[in-house]
């Protein structure tokens, strides 16, 4: 365990041995099945979590049930968000989709604020992690608001593309609206023409990308 979180806490080596120690101790190991959601906002505050093995998709829900995607952790990411709850006057909502069988380790909220508080490193990384966090969140709305569907689009399908490592994706046309934050039937349409355009190339369940270099520009 220490070895896991010397991996993945920057702050780790500034940590006292028993402060060290009290983190090793306390992490809880879970594991998730594809397709589990987890809800985190209000009082349900989870602490730290690190991705031991598998991938996650964290996103936002409207009122009226659309959903669009924020970021994914994949293997050795820091959620750091999950224990926004820590700061006070920030309260969010957010959901965690497992997409991929995965174990997920927890630093306990309590356990994380009591040695945030006693060290300034550790505070000091928690403020720059959800700042940063905050950054990305902000640029992606600021791309919902300013950008068009179909760019949204093509840049989802190259983060897909990056994070399967193959043109060949097996994705559906609803993961693709969940992640852009629209309608399955306009995603149907858009792709149709990006075939047409000769971006990609779509089988039944599958998404083949031909020109990478100019979806990019779309």
């Known amino acids: 365990m220490k070895e896991l979180l010397k ?11 028993n402060e060290q120690n009290t983190l090793a101790q306390g992490v809880v190991k879970s594991s998730y099945e594809k397709g589990n959601v987890l809800h985190y906002g209000g009082r349900e505050c989870a602490g730290v979590q690190i991705i031991k093995s598998g991938q996650a998709r964290v996103f936002v829900t409207s009122p009226g049930g659309g959903e669009i995607t924020l970021f994914r952790l994949l ?6 968000l999950s224990a926004a709850c820590m700061m006070k006057g920030l309260d969010i909502e957010l959901d965690m989709e497992i997409e991929e069988d995965s174990i997920i380790y927890t630093i306990p909220k309590v356990l994380y604020k009591d ?5 300034t490193k550790v505070k000091d990384y928690t403020l720059e992690m959800i700042s940063e966090k905050f950054s990305d969140i902000m640029w992606l ?19 897909h593309r990056a994070l399967a490592g193959s043109d060949i994706l097996a994705i559906t ?41 100019n979806l990019g520009k779309v």
């Not at 991996?7 to 041995?17: A, I, K, V």
């Not at 040695?115 to 060290?119: G, H, K, L, Y």
């Not at 709305?141 to 983060?159: G, H, K, M, P, W």
Request: aromatic share 8%.
């Open 173 to 213: 046309h609803d993961v693709l609206a969940r992640d852009i934050g629209t309608a399955r039937e306009v995603v149907t349409r858009l792709l149709k023409q990006f075939q047409i355009d000769g971006h990609v190339k779509l089988t039944r369940g599958r998404i083949e990308v031909l020109d990478a270099a």
């Open 141 to 159: 709305f600021n791309q919902y608001v300013f950008s068009n569907v179909a760019s949204r689009l093509a840049d989802t399908i190259l983060e």
């Open 7 to 17: 991996q993945t806490l920057p702050f780790w080596e500034d940590l006292t041995r």
């Open 75 to 80: 293997e050795g990411d820091v959620s750091i």
């Open 115 to 119: 040695i945030s508080d006693q060290n």
